[in-house]
């Protein structure tokens, strides 16, 4: 094939469009339409591989998969072995077993598949996924297996150019009828026509009927350019996509592919020296730079600095160099057959995808170091049974301090001293747990009823249980009082589930078991939202200001969100 330099200058288009994208969403909406770029490409490149070859009698179908396994497997499978490694290192067994799925999944190029199961592509829980991108990957490889098969078809009935049309034209059918929902964006049916777009002008090309005069492929170029541009500022990911916004910067990508390497814009800008250099490394580029963004948000934090993901992107840029030069590049012009040289990659892919499924089998490798390391700071903690540690009854109280607690009272103290009261509901019981179990070194003693607000109100359990009520209340009353009387103290946190008491629930609105158990009523029938807010202020007002009487300083802390 005769080599086309601007075809390499627009890969890297492509390709920065989506580093830019990736790294600084905000930046660039629309930088993921780089992937549309791509799909034309590659559609027309492989299509006009296997005209060729046809055409010269020397084409062969296991020779075709050979190369593309030989071009395809080397980078995949090193930046799958970098990511799985680096993350046996640092992530948590949840992470450890999503990536596992993942790389068996992109081991056998299902990841679009796979995905279509899980949240949209513009899901925040996608920067969770360390191969995400490989949903594009899949589609191309899906496409590889199929489309020789087709295009030999075509040719043997006599009609290729038909063939190609219908199939065209009938994925855009699909697309425009299917896409929408965000699974659909990785649909390889969805997706099919952007790649038969680059097939169909490969087509054309070997008809002759792109024989155009220069003044006119200038003008297609030049439309191109904007068409690309005006796609970049009108499209973004909230819109529906594919579906018609895909038109343009298929057709964008077409206007260009079609223009020729003599149209000005593709000799002076594509076909420059540094995007000709990013080009050739697009592929390792593109696998590279994802897992370097998400393993950066892994150990920075999802707001990590700008300049932190400016510098991964370099280190992207040349892990894809060294990737090219030294693997890549040595395997795809070795001495060695394609098709030996694919039975090895073959083989040693299925290695690759056994590691992943080992991995997400059994979920996610909790032996390991990191995991370990973490459980010891997790109320979950394997080596001690946190719920029974937390909620038993002990004497500390009685033994340390010399307090009586009061009925149905949990008094907790782990010091002669405390400079800390923990008192709310359940929530200030499970909180003095990493006090308990040694994880936080703090002079607490633990006040607290479960149910109960850290005042009197008829939120706890309401006017049917009036004993109870009273007993929250004399626990509140204690509070204060140890607050006023010991002298050591000197901060009193505040811990309860205060959504319960304000919705009347603990779960949701349909579980019918809360509702029975927390059914509260005021004297005009069941209590709305607003009475509920109005009694927790009140109750709450009145409980600092007793605090605050003491000198004592106070800690509310809000509660984690319900699930």
Not at 475 to 501: G, K, M
């Amino acid at each position: 094939m005769t080599y086309r330099p601007d075809i390499d200058g627009l890969r890297a288009l492509a390709i920065i469009l989506v580093l830019v994208f990736h790294a600084y969403p905000t930046a660039l909406p629309g930088g993921f339409l780089g992937v549309d770029v791509f799909f034309v490409i590659s559609g027309y490149l492989i299509t006009k591989i296997i005209i060729d070859s046809y055409e010269r009698d020397k084409f062969s179908l296991l020779l075709f998969y050979a190369h593309r396994i030989r071009r395809i497997f080397p980078a995949l499978m090193l930046v799958l072995g970098a990511t799985f490694i680096f993350g046996y290192l640092v992530l948590r067994e949840d992470e450890m077993e999503r990536l596992g799925k993942h790389v068996l999944g992109a081991s056998v190029f299902v990841s679009n598949l796979l995905l279509q199961t899980e949240a949209g592509y513009f899901d925040v829980s996608t920067e969770l996924k360390p191969l995400v991108h490989l949903w594009s990957l899949g589609i191309e490889e899906q496409f590889y297996l199929v489309w020789p098969l087709f295009v030999l078809l075509a040719f043997r009935v006599g009609r290729p150019t038909l063939f190609i049309t219908t199939a065209f034209f009938l994925s855009i059918a699909y697309n425009l009828r299917f896409s929408g929902p965000s699974e659909m964006f990785y649909s390889a049916p969805v997706r099919a026509w952007e790649l038969l777009a680059g097939a169909l002008i490969a087509q054309f090309e070997f008809k002759g009927r792109f024989s155009l005069p220069q003044w006119l492929k200038q003008a297609t170029s030049i439309s191109g350019v904007c068409l690309l541009i005006f796609s970049l500022i009108v499209i973004n990911n909230q819109l529906r996509y594919p579906g018609f916004l895909a038109f343009m910067p298929v057709i964008a990508t077409s206007l260009l592919i079609i223009s020729g390497p003599r149209a000005y814009f593709n000799r002076v800008l594509l076909g420059t020296s540094p995007l000709i250099a990013i080009g050739r490394i697009s592929y390792p580029l593109y696998l590279w730079h994802w897992p370097v963004i998400y393993y950066l948000r892994i150990l920075f934090g999802q707001q990590v600095e700008a300049w932190i993901i400016f510098a991964g992107l370099f280190l992207s840029l040349f892990l894809a160099w060294a990737t090219y030069k030294f693997v890549e590049k040595p395997i795809r012009i070795g001495k060695i057959s394609s098709s030996k040289i694919a039975y090895v990659l073959l083989g040693s892919m299925i290695f690759v995808g056994f590691i992943g499924y080992y991995t997400y089998a059994n979920h996610g490798l909790p032996e390991r170091f990191a995991v370990k390391d973490f459980s010891k700071y997790s109320k979950y903690s394997s080596d001690l049974d946190s719920k029974e540690l937390a909620f038993n009854v002990d004497e500390t109280c009685k033994k340390l301090l010399g307090i009586i607690p009061l009925r149905n009272e949990f008094c907790k103290s782990n010091t002669k001293q405390p400079k800390v009261i923990i008192t709310g509901d359940s929530f200030a019981v499970s909180l003095n747990y990493a006090v308990q179990a040694g994880r936080v070194d703090v002079p607490t003693l633990l006040i607290a009823q479960n149910g109960c607000l850290p005042f009197g109100s008829i939120l706890n359990h309401g006017s049917g249980d009036p004993t109870r009520m009273k007993n929250c209340k004399e626990v509140s009353e204690h509070t204060v009082s140890l607050a006023r009387d010991i002298e050591s103290i000197e901060t009193v946190v505040i811990f309860s589930r205060n959504s319960t008491y304000l919705y009347n629930q603990i779960e949701g609105p349909d579980n019918s078991e809360d509702a029975v158990n927390y059914h509260w009523i005021n004297s005009t029938g069941r209590s709305s939202v607003l009475d509920n807010r109005l009694a927790l202020i009140k109750g709450y007002t009145n409980f600092f200001n007793s605090i605050r009487s003491t000198g004592k300083k106070i800690v509310l802390v809000l509660e984690n969100p319900n699930l």
